[in-house]
């Protein structure tokens, strides 16, 4: 029996905040908030699907800085050095990680897809990507309903007599 592979998704934060209406909403009143939103969506995102998430914003305009790497509700947020983009970023780490793990990126510039492809990754659009996600939290919502349906039935069936029980049901289905 073989173990799942490990699957990532890299994802090119700017790209995403811009490609998201709901997020490039609120980066134009707070660009923190934005990133902020974002890494809660795909934190959520990783639990429910155990794909590694690896956030990855640029920062190859800002003077001096250096490249800053943080874990964040146990996915894994990058902040590039001066001069280096996203794109290069998780470029080199496609090359570094070599063709034997599933990676996947999201970014909706054709440019960095096709450099993604040629390096033996997968890509997925931002608004590919925006499908999943509301995909994995309505499953969420399914699951967290059946779970509280199912915690209720128990406490009720737990501490009620069984004839008392009946008689709800046959109350309920109104016979």
Do not use: C, P
Not at 65 to 70: I, L, R, Y
Not at 143 to 152: I, N, P, V, Y
Not at 167 to 175: G, L, S, T
């Amino acid at each position: 029996m073989s173990a799942k592979k490990k699957e990532y998704l890299f994802v090119d934060g700017y790209n995403i905040i811009n490609g998201w209406q709901s997020l490039k909403s609120i980066s134009k009143i707070s660009l923190d908030s934005a990133r902020s939103e974002l890494i809660e969506t795909m934190a959520e995102y990783q639990s429910f699907t155990g794909i590694e998430v690896i956030i990855v914003f640029d920062a190859h305009l800002v003077k001096g800085s250096n490249q800053k790497e943080e874990r964040v509700y146990g996915l894994t947020v990058v902040y590039t050095k001066e001069r280096q983009t996203a794109d290069s970023y998780i470029e080199n780490k496609l090359d570094s990680m070599g063709r034997n793990k599933t990676v996947r990126v999201a970014t909706s510039d054709w440019v960095e897809q096709q450099v993604v492809l040629g390096r033996g990754g997968t890509r997925i659009s931002a608004r590919e990507l925006e499908i999943e996600v509301n995909n994995v939290k309505r499953a969420i919502k399914r699951q967290k309903s059946k779970k509280t349906t199912r915690e209720e039935d128990d406490l009720l069936s737990g501490r009620l007599d069984k004839e008392i029980l009946k008689k709800f049901e046959k109350m309920r289905r109104n016979q």
